[in-house]
């Protein structure tokens, strides 16, 4: 008889050893994992955007900076209810809220619902209803905040490009992390959809520039509403870094090239800063900020390579530009004097070789001033071959060829033979010829040597960073002696400023200019690249320069051109600096 | 005859187990209502104060004459759960209340009271041994109330009924052949129950079989249950501490669910003292059942004692989602003034039966 009762008994043991197993089940063997979701469950991270450091100009022109954008949004959890007065704000309804807005933003209140609806996400989260609204009226509504419940005003912060594709290879751009480089700056707070400094100074200063991005962890509950602020960190702004550009002497010069493929590079020839750095084609880097893929696409696909810094990363032939160099270590080492004069009958014999000069009849007897002024190859190339191969390459090292400078932004080291060469490719080497390559920012670090009588400085473009001042002229002595500087100056000279010279284009009547030009043969035939190099003003050099038109022909032509044009913009802007300057402070 | 002594004569665990399971009660009730009422876990107080007075008054009555009043229980129960079919009190959907002198009551409580006493006295006084005809009788006297409550609708507490009138039956000897025929029929009709059940019902069924159809709708109470009882791992996450149930996660939580926030609070340690709480409660009313040679009180321990196991296993089943949610209260925990009330009375009546049976 009591069997029937052992057996409901016994159905009830096992259906509590079933639960006690289930117990097990969730929580030993899965509880983890619960525990996980009910984290998740209750925490969010609200994150708070980090300002991007800015980049200025050496006047404190901005290059790069932030732009924010003002916008009204509600939190839906601070808005009243949908209708029927509120006790406690005395406001009223949500409707009067959009309708009281509304009279603001003028955007009508139906607008602004329908707005509400479709942005609205979880109740802590502020959904957008006017975007972009102007300064004047984000005060506005700030004022009024008290009869707005709900509504805020947000800022959204993005990069702007204020000067466009001025410097754009110098400023750089932004973009996405790449999969390689995300699991590096994540934990530095940066998330996939982030834009990162990828080139320029975007890309290598971009530590500083980034800042640190703040947020908040809040509990919410089963609504997403906040509960409270577990624990928040306000964010710190990127560092603001200035430049040794000069915006508007870059802008100038970028403008000179027409479009033309080439670079220029200028520097301050005795402390290294570079005053300005032009590559051309360019590019705008307000496309890779706004993530205009389309404009980006273009530049990837540009057969021209818009997106490379040629004055750091483009090497080419020098040519003549090299002949001063050539005549300064000839001289230093002795192998000519000032007077030194050779015949030059339009060609040299090397054996049964025969290199002719570019002047098929020849220049007739040339010192170094007339060799310089005339681009004599057959004065340099006999240079070449009494100096011979080792002397020439120590005095090419010295000057900098065949490394970097020191510098940043993917800096290219040119290049030097380092075989055994014949006497007629020594000569050739003298004269930029043959087996040499070099960038045009070497080019204005060799030229800076000349002009600052003796020095090899390294060219800097970062002035300050933050707080943190980064000037730092470092310049090695070359040793050259006062006469053979004088010696090459005087033929760099008559090059600019003798009616004989090749460098005629860029004479001024405002400011003394010298220079060198020089048209370096390509491996395309009857294709040249035109460089101009030099420095002024003659009395003290203030800016050192290279200058190349790729393929652009000869040196004489645009490169000096644009040479003159940036030297006379110098000269105008240091005159009108020195006027301000005597200006006494007090006047009007 | 001796003066029976109430003190003596009690069932002490029992009375202990009852104890103990309705002061866990209070501890979680006072957690799982913080930010939702604080005035339930004091409400949820009165009334179990009132069930243990209640408990003690009925075992000083011998149980025929509690039976007596279950007879006439049962007749109320139905006249009321006819009213709140007409004009009860619509909570949470379904009209389960009937309000009387400010107090909610509900109906279907007393109606699994007087429901146990009616099948228990009609069992009881068959001549015959059990067949075919007593089956189909009691049946019928559990199915009025049952259909009454089913049409509340109130799945569940119609469930409940069921497993009384189960309970009772198969102790008082029903035939093997009937329990086969029993089940098939169960089978048989499960698609009929599907086509009558409403569409929240059905839902809630669905979901069971894979919480994932609805994560957000119906499937969400069972995957936030699971996840507020499996997030308790060992120890618990302590009183008062746990995320769910404190952030509101969790939905029904001082009703249906509160045996969830005794997992996520206590941990695993707490879950299973719950659960072995009920396994000495259900044992002692068994034990009662066994005891008494009097096939009355034996049905109507066995009754009540099957009331308990059931609601007890289906709630905790249901909220660690291994069986549907059907909405069945865990006895004595569950926040309710009438189910506490009801069960206490429940306990006092196996008090009184072990008091006043003859023993074997």
């Known amino acids: 008889m009591p069997s029937r009762l052992a057996v409901i008994h016994r159905l009830f043991v096992v259906g509590l050893a079933g639960l006690v197993l289930r117990l097990a089940q969730l929580q030993l063997i899965d ?21 991007r450091g800015m980049l200025l100009d050496r006047e404190d022109r901005q290059l790069a900076t932030n732009q924010t954008v003002f916008r009204v949004a509600a939190i839906p959890q601070d808005l009243p209810k949908q209708s029927g007065a509120s006790k406690r704000t005395m406001v009223g309804s949500r409707r009067e809220v959009f309708e009281r807005l509304s009279r603001l933003v003028h955007v009508p209140p139906d607008e602004l619902e329908s707005r509400f609806e479709a942005h609205v996400t979880v109740p802590f989260l502020p959904a957008e209803l006017v975007d972009p609204i102007p300064k004047p009226l984000a005060l506005r509504i700030e004022e009024e905040r008290f009869a707005l419940p709900g509504v805020v005003v947000e800022s959204v912060v993005s990069r702007r490009y204020p000067l466009g594709p001025v410097a754009a290879h110098v400023v750089g751009y932004l973009s996405q992390p790449s999969s390689q480089l995300f699991p590096l700056l994540k934990e530095y707070g940066v998330k996939p959809q982030d834009l990162v400094g990828r080139s320029g100074l975007e890309g290598e200063l971009d530590p500083y520039l980034r800042g640190r991005p703040g947020g908040a962890l809040i509990e919410v509950n089963h609504r997403a509403r906040q509960v409270r602020v577990l624990g928040s960190r306000t964010h710190a702004s990127g560092q603001t870094v200035r430049l040794t550009i000069d915006a508007q002497l870059q802008a100038l010069i970028e403008s000179q090239f027409h479009g033309r493929p080439g670079a220029c590079v200028v520097l301050q ?6 005053l300005a750095m032009v590559s051309v084609p360019g590019f705008n880097p307000q496309a890779f900020a706004d993530q205009d893929t389309k404009a980006v696409q273009a530049y990837l696909q540009d057969q021209r390579s818009p997106l490379m810094n040629r004055a750091t990363r483009g090497v080419y032939l020098p040519g003549s530009i090299i002949k001063p160099i050539t005549g300064a270590i000839a001289l230093e080492q002795g192998v000519i004097t000032r007077h030194t004069t050779f015949v030059c009958p339009g060609y040299i014999q090397f054996g049964d070789r025969r290199i002719h000069c570019w002047k098929r009849d020849g220049h007739g007897p040339v010192s170094i001033r007339e060799a310089l002024m005339g681009s004599c190859n057959v004065f340099f190339m006999e240079v070449g071959r009494r100096m011979g191969l080792e002397r020439l390459r120590a005095g090419f090292l010295s000057v900098g060829l065949d490394r970097r400078t020191g510098w940043l932004l993917g800096e290219a080291a040119g290049h030097l033979p380092s075989r055994r060469l014949s006497e007629g490719e020594v000569a050739m080497l003298a004269m930029g010829q043959g087996e040499v390559l ?15 009588r003796g020095w090899l400085v390294e060219p800097w473009i970062v002035k300050q960073v933050g707080e943190h001042r980064m000037e730092r002229t470092h310049a090695v002595p070359l040793g050259w002696s006062p006469d053979t500087l004088d010696a090459i100056w005087e033929g760099m000279d008559a090059v600019v400023n003798d009616p004989h010279g090749t460098g005629i284009h860029a004479h001024s009547p405002l400011v003394r200019i010298v220079g060198k030009t020089g048209t370096a043969q390509t491996h395309v035939p009857g294709k040249t690249h035109g460089w101009f190099v030099g420095f002024c003003p003659y009395d003290k050099p203030q800016a050192a320069f290279a200058i190349l038109s790729e393929y652009g022909g000869s040196g004489g032509d645009l490169p000096a051109t644009i040479g003159r044009n940036l030297c006379e913009y110098l000269a105008i802007a240091g005159r009108q600096a020195v006027e301000t300057a005597a200006v006494p402070a007090d006047s009007p | 005859m001796k003066p029976p002594s109430l003190a003596r004569d009690l069932d002490w665990p029992l009375m202990l187990a009852g104890l103990a399971l309705s002061l866990i009660s209070l501890v979680a009730m006072k957690s799982a209502t913080m930010t939702l009422n604080p005035d339930l876990a004091v409400k949820q107080a009165i009334w179990a104060v009132a069930g243990v007075i209640a408990c003690l008054a009925v075992a000083s009555v011998p149980y025929p004459r509690l039976i007596d009043a279950g007879v006439f229980g049962y007749l109320i129960a139905v006249a009321a759960l006819l009213l709140v079919l007409i004009a009860g009190t619509v909570k949470l959907g379904a ?33 015959a041994p059990i067949g075919m005809r007593e089956i189909l009788w009691s049946a019928s006297l559990v199915a009025v109330p049952s259909l009454l409550i089913f049409l509340q609708p109130d799945l569940g507490s119609s469930t409940v009924l069921a497993a009384i009138w189960f309970g009772a039956a198969f102790v008082a000897g029903m035939p093997k052949k009937l329990l086969g025929g029993l089940a098939a029929a169960l089978l048989a009709l499960l698609p009929c129950a599907w086509m009558i059940l409403k569409d929240y019902q059905r839902t809630r069924l669905m979901v069971f079989i894979n919480p994932g159809v609805d994560p957000l709708g119906a499937g969400y109470t069972i995957i936030q249950s699971k996840i507020t009882i499996g997030s308790g791992q060992w120890l618990g996450r302590g009183w008062m501490s746990g995320t769910q149930s404190q952030l509101s996660f969790l939905p029904e939580r001082h009703s249906d669910f509160l045996y969830s926030v005794v997992g996520e609070e206590w941990g695993f340690l707490g879950s299973v003292a719950v659960v072995l709480l009920f396994g000495l409660l259900v044992w002692r009313m068994l034990k009662i059942a066994q005891d008494n040679s009097d096939a009355q009180g034996r049905y109507l321990a066995t009754a009540l004692a099957s ?12 909220v660690m989602g291994v069986l549907p949610v059907v909405g069945v209260p865990l006895p004595m925990v569950s926040y309710g003034g009438s189910a506490m009330v009801a069960t206490w009375v429940a306990l006092g009546i196996l008090q009184s039966i072990r008091r006043f049976g003859t023993r074997f």
């Open chain 1, 31 to 51: 509880g983890a994992s619960y525990r996980q979701q009910a984290e998740q469950n209750r925490l969010r991270v609200i994150p708070e955007q980090a300002p």
């Open chain 1, 269 to 274: 020839p005795t402390t290294g800063e570079v």
């Open chain 1, 438 to 452: 070099l960038t045009p920012l070497q080019a204005a670090v060799m030229i800076s040597a000349i002009a600052n």
């Open chain 2, 95 to 127: 009209a389960r209340w009937v309000t009387i002198f400010g107090f909610s009551l509900q109906p279907s409580e007393l109606a699994k009271l007087a429901t146990a006493c009616v099948v228990a006295r009609y069992l009881s006084i068959q001549t």
């Open chain 2, 307 to 318: 009331w308990i196991a059931y609601q007890a296993v289906v709630n905790m089943g249901m």
